[in-house]
């Protein structure tokens, strides 16, 4: 059994010890580097003052979103980062901060964040990167609002495929004329 460092008297019995041991540290650095080395964007929120139940559902919903969250003392974090194109994310891990890496979607992380944000004053954002540079926090709305590949790919057939069913209707509007001629000249010779 591993000394954790923690009193044994009866007044620290109810108080919980979260020493880490030094294999467990590293555990967390090399699980956090390894998911920021093929992340798109990360993310950051200072979540003081936020129920354990919110959290709960705020990390189900990133799940479900492809977005990896973790809460991780910042000395950890900035080793994590270091060797990464979130290594700029360094000098801004300050405070309680939870850390969300878009794994499949740029996009994805600031778009959990910023609806857990709108509905949770206390969760205040505090950094976003994005492509190996530092932006601002306000940002994340901007990041958030951008479409996701499958909306951004919907958009485009349809932006390509507007041409081509105008096309398509000049190139069969003289025959169509035509056809209204033949008819009202056929409805006019039945009316005579």
Known sequence: MRDSGCASSALFATRRCYL????EKKAIVAEV????AVAH????????????????????????????????KNTLARRAVQGTEF????????GPLILAFSMHEPAAAARVINDFAKDNEKFVVRLVALRGKLLAPSDVKVLASM???????S??????????????????????????????????????
């Open 41 to 72: 964007s990360a993310v950051a929120a200072e979540y003081r003052g936020l129920e354990v139940g919110k959290l709960t559902a705020l990390r189900a919903k990133a799940r479900e979103a492809g977005v990896y969250m973790r809460v991780v």
């Open 20 to 23: 880490l041991t030094l294999e």
């Open 33 to 36: 580097a390894e998911r920021a």
């Open 155 to 192: 958009q485009l057939m349809s932006v390509m495929k507007a041409p081509i069913q105008k096309l398509a209707a000049t190139l069969a509007e003289p025959g169509n004329k035509l056809a209204r001629t033949l008819a009202a000249v056929r409805d006019q010779k039945q009316a005579a």
């Open 147 to 153: 479409p996701t590949k499958d909306e951004a790919i």
């Open 87 to 94: 290594e700029c994310i360094q000098d801004s891990l300050v």
